[in-house]
């Protein structure tokens, strides 16, 4: 005799599910729940657009359903009247009400994207305190590597791998670029996300009001070690801040020059916390303009020899040799399109006849050669 299934009311199904809920009690809405001021400003404006906008909807949802439930089949006493067409006056509330909450919305939204842009210097601390003149900003330079963050203090001469750490209550400007591929820095509980991108530096301004520790990571798609690409950001009191850079200048943990650089940013994953106790403070500037090879040029010296009318065939062969996209340490070997020496190209003007004015070189063995 087959055995009857015993069925379940849905409702017993809800109730059986109700104990998993609350498992959420201990979940941190950070977004909604931030410790800097730049974040809670951004959660305020989440949270009055949301407002604005259940104006509309909780009312239009309400309506569906009593008109389903008023224009039932079975409902005898609805009135039904096919020759209706137009009313004002719900033509009024339909399109006034959406309008209003729109404009708005709208206001909302453009004066608190322009106050929260993260190139704006900040005015205030929080909202029931103004920077105090005496409040000298911390500067941080960012650097997105493959697959780990390169966080570098040149107030303070030091530089971190996967640990950021900043004094609350004062103001941190940040200076955000990447090694090789775009990728995206965030910290919730600081301020909101901001892109890093190779051979661009973007910007960001925020500040912590509440000591603690909070999660960062990187919050574009860069790869294989991407999930892992996260660090732990300390908000600490200022005198806790100065403990920790005299630690790490004490620490021995040698200086962050160009070589150390070039090491550095090839791809590895999980990287462990390191610290520099020196830095070369010109470190980020090439950074930024992809020459920290010395072999390379940088971008700033390409838009001057542009500015100046290019180089011809010769300069584009000088150009085309450098390498820029990391081949050689990425283990996949050289570009093929670097040749196997560069030139030297003499451009001659009717100023200057004999091309003496304007010569384009480069560092190699055949330097001392010209050709027209």
């Not at 941190?28 to 906008?53: E, K, W």
């Not at 390191?274 to 930024?288: E, N, Q, T, Y």
């Not at 996209?325 to 093929?336: C, I, L, M």
């Not at 190209?345 to 304007?358: N, R, Y």
Request: one cysteine or more; hydrophobic letters at 45%; aromatic letters at 8%.
């Amino acid at each position: 005799m087959p055995r009857k299934t015993r069925r379940h009311h849905p409702l017993t199904r809800l109730l059986a599910l109700a104990p998993l809920a609350l498992l959420l009690g201990g979940c941190n809405l950070v977004i909604m729940n931030p410790a800097g001021d730049v974040a809670a400003q951004q959660r305020d404006l989440i949270v009055y657009s949301t407002l604005l906008m259940l104006i509309i909807i909780i009312p239009v949802i309400l309506l569906t359903l009593l008109f389903a439930w008023r224009y039932r089949a079975s409902n005898k006493a609805a009135k039904y009247d096919p020759e209706w067409h137009h009313s004002t006056q719900l033509e009024v509330i339909i399109w006034a009400a959406p309008l209003v909450i729109i404009v708005a919305l709208g206001a909302l939204t453009w004066v608190g994207t322009h106050l929260l842009d993260p190139y704006r210097p900040l005015q205030r601390l929080d909202a029931e305190r103004l920077i105090p003149e005496e409040v000298r900003p911390l500067e941080v330079e960012v650097v997105a590597l493959d697959w780990k963050w390169l966080f570098i203090y040149p107030q303070q001469g030091i530089a971190t791998v996967n640990e950021l750490r900043a004094p609350v209550d004062v103001p941190i400007n940040f200076r955000i670029t990447a090694s090789s591929v775009m990728n995206a820095l965030s910290i919730p509980s600081l301020a909101g996300m901001i892109y890093a991108m190779p051979g661009m530096e973007t910007k960001l301004h925020a500040v912590m009001n509440q000591e603690g520790v909070y999660d960062g990571m990187s919050a574009n798609y860069s790869g294989a070690g991407f999930s892992d690409m996260r660090f732990k950001f300390h908000g600490m009191s200022q005198q806790g801040f100065d403990a920790w850079v005299a630690e790490a200048k004490a620490g021995g943990g040698g200086t962050l020059g160009r070589a150390e650089y070039l090491e550095l940013e090839r791809p590895s994953v999980r990287d462990a916390v390191k610290r520099f106790s020196a830095i070369d403070p010109a470190l980020f500037k090439a950074v930024v303009e992809r020459c920290v090879d010395p072999a390379k040029m940088c971008m700033s010296d390409m838009m001057a020899i542009d500015a100046r009318g290019g180089m011809g065939a010769a300069g584009t062969v000088n150009v085309a040799s450098l390498d820029y996209d990391k081949t050689a340490r990425r283990g996949s070997g050289p570009s093929p399109a670097a040749p196997a020496r560069r030139f030297v190209l003499a451009l001659c003007t009717p100023a200057d006849p004999l091309g003496t004015g304007l010569v384009a070189s480069a560092a190699t063995p055949d330097a001392g050669k010209a050709t027209n």
